[in-house]
């Protein structure tokens, strides 16, 4: 490996001062004001919800974002929770059944019409899947593998 | 004299009177001359072949081609960041050697494959790939992965050797990181000095930092290293290809991480650049991560004021972000600001395109054609990074937007797309087409090609396709011009017949650039699929090398 993510916390403080650095030292020419993103998954907005699997898509049903999903009922009635493309594929993907409480945490939103939880977590007995990062990008099971699941390493956490 | 000086003898005076023939003014040369091609793609592949994976892979390299289509040697760097898992990355730092080969082109399309046998027995079909090309015109192609193994979209491009880069350049790249997440950087450096580089790794983004990049003496082939690119954490190896003194292909080489795109030279925008040196501009941005993070493709068009500080921008753009669930309304009223510095580094904030926010910007050369390197006309514009952090691994380019008449987009036109899609159970699987045909003025578009799709995605019945067909009637917008639809909702999508696939009707939009030069976008409201591609007008003739007439329909290659 040659490069590794910089969301481990020490590499991150150590990139941000070394670019700093860098911009205080070095490049007043190429001084740029960074635009600012508007963020999908809004971490600020993560709510963590408890239900009973009612079913689970492996793929999205007409009308649904693509991706799997699993139909939860819960205590505010139905709820269809999006584990996007590698949730329920490949190694280590999430397995659950319906008929199982689980517990899931993401962020409700309303995408073509037809309102979403983008799940980000998933909770099933003790055991922690996680389906999106925190910035709502699916994580591949390749991913998944290579992070061996150490997600505190990446900078995750419930 | 006894019999074995007799036989070196004779040898002796064979390679004698061999020589004086070859000196004599009729004689033939001895040496084949060859024209130099560097090419480069990315795509997903399925290596090792019956494994089930679906990975990232970048593929450049460089050959040589007689003008009967024999290809005489070469080199490539092949990489999908997953031989942990039976993968490939070229060995370095030699990487592939291409011993063999040939380009069989239509000389009336322009349209035909090229094979490369190499000596690593893992890629292609026991170390042969193939390739499917469609050239726009002699000095470049739009080119696909065409034998099974793998599926991508990029360009073959002409060589001018040697060439020395110098100057600014800019430069994007697009791939996955060592976790195989999505990552995509870009930034300027001048050769011989410094530059500055950002990053968006899987939402992580980054920008500003310097580094300093150094470019090896390159080989025979135009193939050389670049040190010293610094990323947050580490040092990416990477090689580049020169396609002239102002377009390079730079691939990455590491096993655990993977990323292909090109460096651009900048001429005045590397040190003169202003707010006013973006003009009016047609963008193209998708995903160059191939599957991994959010796939998605988006297309705008707008018109630019640079009195103000920052300058602004208004106009439509249409944006499918497939996995995120996002779709823009149809010609979305799109407006922002934008800066540029000196050195043709800058950033531009839109509102309007879905989830599409802020751009990283960097200007290239106004009288370089970064679409199509050797081409003299249809230059200027820029690379472009996009920092949203949903959207990691985006990359997209701004052509400026010159001709706007509907009725210029007439003739013929070489064609490609790179199409993600949720047809089958393999999600966010790829297939690529190239195409060729013609554009009647105001009337109809009417293409035939060449579709890879090894994944099954569109279960045509093979996983290469020839002899596919890609019809419809581009309608002008009214209200915006230099942008065209063809929708279901106005019966007029356009229409596929890829073997015997079930997926024949496409809702699409289209920007025009020039007359030169198009782009087109799956805008899908069915939330299934999603297609970026360009289309490139053909001159009158072709006089290509290995043009060696119409060629027989090649045979479609079934899954094994």
Known sequence: ?158 | MNRKAYGILLVITFLAVGFLTSCSSNSTPLIIPTTPFAFYLSGQDALPAGSGNVNFYALAGAVTITPTGKVTAGEQDYNDANSANGGVTSPEPGGDLITGGSLTVDSTTGQGTLTLITNNPALGVNGTETLGVQFVNDDHALITQFDGSATSSGSLDLQTLPSTPSGGFAFTLAGVDPDLDPVAIGGVFSIGGSGTIDINDDGSVLTGTAFTPVLSTPDAFGRGTISGVTVPGGTIAVNYYIVGAEAVRIIDVDATDSLVGSAFGQGTNATAATNASLSGSVLAISNGSNGYGSEFGALGQFATNSTPTPATFTGVGDSNELDNGVLSGLASSISGTYSIAANGYGSLTIGGLGDITALQVYLTDPALNISDPNNTSGGGGGLVLDLDDSLAGGLGVLIPQTDTTSTDFNGNYAAGWQNFNYFTECGDCESDMVAQGSMASGGALSLTGLVSDPFETLTAGAITETGATFTGTPAADPNNAGRFSMLSANENELTTVIGTSEWSSWDVVMYQASAGQLFWLNYDDTDTSVFLGPLEQQPSSLTLPAAIGPVAKPQTRQKP
């Open chain 1, 1 to 158: 490996m040659r490069f590794n993510r910089f969301t481990k916390p020490i590499r991150m403080i150590a990139g941000l001062l070394a670019s700093l650095l860098f911009a205080i030292l070095a490049i007043p020419l190429g001084a740029q004001p960074v635009p600012e993103s508007h963020h999908y998954y809004d971490i600020a907005k993560e709510v963590t919800v408890v239900g009973t699997v009612s079913k689970v898509l492996v793929k999205a049903s007409p009308g649904m974002i693509v991706g799997s999903h699993l139909l939860l009922s819960t205590t505010s009635g139905s709820l269809d929770a999006s584990l996007g493309r590698f949730g329920l594929r490949g190694k280590g993907a999430l397995s659950v059944a319906p008929g199982q409480q689980v517990v899931v945490t993401g962020v409700s939103k309303l995408l073509r019409g037809r309102q979403v939880f983008v799940a980000r977590t998933v909770r099933v007995g003790s055991h922690v899947y996680f389906v999106r990062n925190t910035h709502g990008i699916p994580v591949s099971p390749q991913s998944r593998a290579v992070a061996g699941q150490n997600w505190a390493q990446k900078g995750e956490s419930l």
